[in-house]
């Protein structure tokens, strides 16, 4: 069994085209919480969750993973970590199935065909699998991308407003999922316009402010 694990922001900091986002930003994410990452627009919310995912170069001060770099365990780090951003990142010219495949395969794992069809029909997509994702509606493709959530293993999910597109009913269910995640031992940071409650669980605040 793994140990809880921990997500630390020390002294973090981020500068943007020559100006200065945030600076000196403590905080400590253990198993079982969630980070809900709050500000103005630009003030930063989103280029910090980059950096959280790798996508963004670090400007000041470091992110620890139970206690280590990101740097130093990049692999490592990578496979504990789902991130979706307001994009869905899906391949329009690919199916339903063919995206989730494709999304397992880049960490390393096999698509469980029984599996992603119980995600699926959980998501409302009961029998898409083979449709092309050019076909599917607005809502419809969030759910896709959402689904991979669902499909995998990692503790950390990084979600960069993650209710975009989607329907009261779908918001219910992705909150539902983020809540039974957190209850099995993960971890979330999320940042959105919506404020959706996740459960019973209250969420760790993180405000950023403007310099």
């Known amino acids: 069994m793994k140990s809880p694990s921990t997500l630390t922001f020390d002294k973090l900091g981020c500068s943007k085209g020559g100006r200065e986002l945030f ?8 198993a079982g919480c969630w980070l809900y990452v709050a500000g103005a627009n630009g003030v930063g919310k989103t280029s910090l969750l980059r950096m959280v995912c790798g996508l963004a170069s670090i400007g000041a001060g470091d992110i620890l993973w139970n206690g280590k770099s990101i740097h130093a365990q990049t692999d490592a780090y990578h496979q504990d970590l789902c991130y979706l951003g307001h994009l869905n990142g899906l391949q329009e010219s690919m199916t339903v199935e063919e995206n989730l495949a494709f999304t ?10 029984h599996r992603s069809k119980d995600v699926l ?3 409302g997509l009961r029998g898409r699998s083979t449709q092309l994702v050019r076909h599917l509606s ?10 991979r959530l669902a499909l995998s293993p990692a ?3 990084v979600l960069d407003e993650p209710y975009v597109a989607m329907d009261e009913g779908g918001v219910k269910m992705l909150a ?6 957190l209850k099995d031992g993960g971890l979330a940071v999320v940042t959105s316009h919506q404020r959706v409650p996740i459960g019973d669980i209250p ?8 310099l």
Do not use: Y
């Not at 600076?23 to 253990?30: P, Q, R």
């Not at 397992?104 to 065909?113: E, H, W």
């Not at 607005?138 to 759910?143: A, E, M, P, S, T």
């Open 176 to 181: 539902d999922m983020i809540a039974d995640h």
């Open 155 to 157: 503790r950390l999910w």
């Open 138 to 147: 607005q809502g419809q493709k969030r759910r896709v991308a959402l689904s």
């Open 23 to 30: 600076k000196n930003v403590d905080c400590t994410l253990t």
């Open 203 to 210: 969420p760790q605040m993180l405000e950023l402010q403007a």
């Open 104 to 113: 397992t395969a880049l960490a390393g794992r096999a698509l469980n065909p």
């Open 121 to 123: 029909a959980r998501f």
